[in-house]
């Protein structure tokens, strides 16, 4: 099933199949290893959501909400 990274709950893995968006953004997501292809395990959200902290590639990386509506996801536990 195909969702945003923000969508997705705390404990769940899944893999990049696209990044949207344009210019900075898309650089920035990229530039920090989000790339289609990678397997993403979401770790934890702050209590109002946002930032949430992400697990890729080995590393522990923070992202506000608004940067994750920009990566589309295909979950692991939907296939």
Same mark, same amino acid.
């Given at each position: 099933?195909?969702?945003? /990274?923000?969508?997705?709950? #705390? *404990?769940?893995? *899944? %893999? &990049?199949?696209? &990044?949207?968006?344009? =210019?900075? &953004?898309? %650089? %920035?997501? /990229?530039?920090? =290893?989000? $790339?289609?292809?990678?397997? #993403? +395990? /979401? %770790?934890?959200?702050? @209590?109002? =959501?946002? @930032?949430?902290? &992400?697990?890729?590639? =080995? +590393?522990?990386? $923070?992202?506000?909400?608004?940067?994750?509506?920009? #990566?589309?996801?295909?979950?692991?536990?939907?296939?």
């Amino acid at each position: 099933m195909l969702k945003k /990274l923000e969508e997705f709950n #705390v *404990g769940e893995t *899944g %893999r &990049i199949k696209n &990044i949207e968006g344009e =210019g900075k &953004i898309r %650089r %920035r997501l /990229l530039d920090m =290893g989000i $790339t289609p292809g990678a397997e #993403v +395990y /979401l %770790r934890k959200k702050a @209590p109002l =959501g946002d @930032p949430i902290e &992400i697990t890729i590639r =080995g +590393y522990e990386l $923070t992202l506000r909400k608004k940067e994750a509506a920009f #990566v589309l996801m295909e979950s692991e536990e939907e296939k």
